[in-house]
């Protein structure tokens, strides 16, 4: 009987091949958070309020208006598209950020060396693209297939002494891989 299911390999001990995602989600549940952080963070605004949908929280930076934001996935996934949203529904947006460098799978990168490293990407924002409305922003297909960790650096904002997000939609699938954890110590 070709093609039956076998019920005893259903219950063996080995793990099904890893598959890659078919759906687009938001990968902030894929997010180590234990491994992601902000430099230049105001306490009363951290990075985590990005991903709880209240924009009147969001993140701001705290002493000028640069910030860097770390963000680490549990596994590889691939980005298609993200999505910045203003500070309490715009309320302030001269605190928009503009001028955005991502990089892909680089870690502990601060302000004395994330100038002289080239990004992945550079993206600039409009007032219209930080609306809730708007679509997110299609990245390069090609460089942000196997990512495991973002940095986000806001060079520059629309002219407010500190810069304010008031939420991020990341937006992609995640890549088959091994999950070590499945396989089980021998002997």
């Known amino acids: 009987m070709f093609g039956a299911?076998?019920?005893?390999?259903?219950?063996?001990?080995?793990?099904?091949?890893?598959?890659?995602?078919?759906?687009?989600?938001?990968?902030?549940?894929?997010?180590?958070?234990?491994?992601?952080?902000?430099?230049?963070?105001?306490?009363?605004?951290?990075?985590?309020?990005?991903f709880i949908g209240d924009s009147r929280l969001g993140m701001q930076s705290d002493a000028d208006e640069q910030l860097i934001l770390h963000l680490s996935f549990q596994e590889f996934v691939r980005v298609k598209s993200i999505k910045f949203t203003e500070f309490n529904n715009g309320a302030d947006p001269e605190l928009n950020p503009v001028k955005i460098h991502i990089h892909i799978n680089r870690n502990n990168l601060g302000f004395e060396d994330i100038e002289d490293v080239d990004p992945a990407q550079v993206i600039t924002l409009t007032a219209a693209d930080l609306k809730e409305s708007s679509d997110g922003i299609d990245l390069y297909y090609v460089k942000f297939q196997r990512v495991k960790s973002l940095t986000f650096f806001?060079?520059?904002?629309?002219?407010?002494?500190?810069?304010?997000?008031?939420?991020?939609?990341?937006?992609?699938?995640?890549?088959?891989?091994?999950?070590?954890?499945?396989?089980?110590?021998?002997?």
């Open 154 to 187: 806001i060079e520059e904002n629309a002219g407010g002494d500190v810069t304010a997000i008031g939420g991020l939609q990341i937006m992609g699938k995640t890549v088959a891989t091994t999950n070590m954890n499945d396989f089980k110590k021998q002997g």
């Open 5 to 50: 299911a076998n019920p005893t390999a259903a219950s063996g001990a080995e793990p099904s091949p890893a598959e890659d995602g078919n759906q687009l989600i938001n990968l902030s549940t894929c997010l180590d958070k234990t491994a992601c952080y902000a430099r230049n963070e105001n306490a009363g605004f951290p990075w985590g309020n990005l």
